[in-house]
């Protein structure tokens, strides 16, 4: 029997059950659920409207329309919404190497997930980027939901093609990389904390005491972990869901700085600049043209 995420009502580990001879399925919602959660298994989502930041383990990412993300076993990860309404998506749960035994030769390189992980791992892929990745993960989600004749075999290539495509993207120097989770687990409470109430001002303390550490504990294996502070951590989320509010959304830039967490609209502009290389206002017409430029030439394409 195959199981559907119940997350949001059962909480931070979602197991979902796969059937042996065809381990694949999709869950029911289309609204991804807010608590930061993990699987037993591999994840493949496709972004069909609005906007968001997606948090997986310690990195942060931008989510619009047009998106796809690849989110691996037992990976920490939670979505926000930066738009009025709910960002609307599709899911996929599998296991790709019980998925593809048999059909492939068992010492294939592209069967190593564990490559797609980790601090350098991209998780989010932008359709402008890689057309042709977000164009498979579109007709992997159309297979399973329509299941028209041969579908399992056709879900296998899609699969198989989509594994292939992102161990290209990997350096090889990253695939050397270990794929351990350090002691990033120790601060999944504060993470979790952090991307629900990024707009508070920030208590270092009160992070120290989710994660069931002293201050000076918590601080250094913070740092350790991630690379950064607790409030360089903050910023950057709160730049990047300004960000994608700025683009996926008409409020004001005011607004917009008070909603992501910045106490003045001076000090937003001053952090924005800085992160962006320029200023709110610019970014918002710069890519508000490009998305024109763009609609402009699909449709004489069309």
Known sequence: MQKTSKITAS????????????PVT????????????VHNCFEIGLCRDGAGIFIVEDK?????????????????????????????????NLDPVALLAGWVPPGEEALDVSNFSG????????????????????????EMETKKTAYRSLVRSI?????????????????????????????????????????EVLNIPKLAVLCHCSLSTFRRIFRRSLGCLPLDYVNEFRL????????????SIGEIALKSGFSTQSNFNRHFKARFNQSPRDYRIQHSRK???????????G
């Open 11 to 22: 909480g931070f580990f979602d197991p979902i059950d796969l059937r042996k001879n065809f």
């Open 26 to 37: 999709q869950p029911s919602f289309k609204t991804p659920p807010s608590l930061a959660h």
């Open 60 to 92: 942060v990412f931008s989510c619009m329309a047009g998106d796809a993300i690849f989110i691996n076993n037992r990976e920490f990860h939670a979505l926000r919404n930066a738009s009025p309404l709910n960002s609307d998506w599709r899911f996929i």
């Open 119 to 142: 601090r350098t791992f991209v998780n989010v892929i932008h359709e402008k980027e890689h057309p042709d990745i977000v164009f498979m993960v579109r007709k992997l989600i159309d």
């Open 159 to 199: 699969i198989w093609s989509l594994l292939i495509m992102l161990q290209r993207m990997i350096p090889k120097e990253d695939r050397m990389e270990r794929k351990e989770p350090f002691e990033i687990q120790r601060i999944y409470p504060s993470l979790h904390y952090l991307s629900r109430h990024y707009a």
């Open 240 to 251: 990047k869901v300004a960000s994608t509010m700025l683009l996926s959304t008409r409020q």
């Open 291 to 301: 998305k024109l430029q763009s609609n402009m030439n699909n449709a004489m394409d």
